[in-house]
Nanobody, 124 residues
Framework: QVQLVESGGDSVQAGGSLRLTCAASAYNYYMYSLAWFRQAPGKEREGVACISGYGDTVYGEPVKGRFTVSRDNAKNTMYLKMNSLKPEDTASYYC??????????????????WGQGTQVTVSS
């Protein structure tokens, strides 16, 4: 099991930027696909982005062109750079991991290890 800790959530104005960080404890970290999810109150958890052990990426439609996922395998860390933030991006953001080096998808059922979440609030 991988322990995951998110950080970087904050309150920002629409149009602003944030970078989220997910620190992981994992041996052979590159063997894991990693993902970001988000969940707003009253809504289902939504896949934001996935990055494979080799750096291939998949994005959810609402964030394409605005968000960028990256990872540093030497530091066991994943990042989510969020630009042009909108009020509808307001949610708790979670990182997740699965011992599978490629991204099969960004559905919650594709991932077994989860962090506790970090809150992002975007005001208009």
């Amino acid at each position: 099991q991988v322990q995951l800790v998110e950080s970087g959530g904050d309150s920002v104005q629409a149009g602003g930027s944030l970078r989220l960080t997910c620190a992981a404890s994992a041996y052979n970290y590159y063997m894991y696909s990693l993902a970001w999810f988000r969940q707003a109150p009253g809504k289902e958890r939504e896949g934001v982005a996935c990055i494979s052990g080799y750096g291939d990426t998949v994005y959810g439609e609402p964030v394409k062109g605005r968000f960028t996922v990256s990872r540093d395998n030497a530091k066991n860390t994943m990042y989510l750079k969020m630009n042009s933030l909108k009020p509808e991006d307001t949610a708790s953001y979670y990182c997740a991991a699965e011992r599978r080096p490629y991204c099969r998808g960004i559905r919650p059922s594709d991932f077994g290890d989860w962090g506790q979440g970090t809150q992002v609030t975007v005001s208009s």
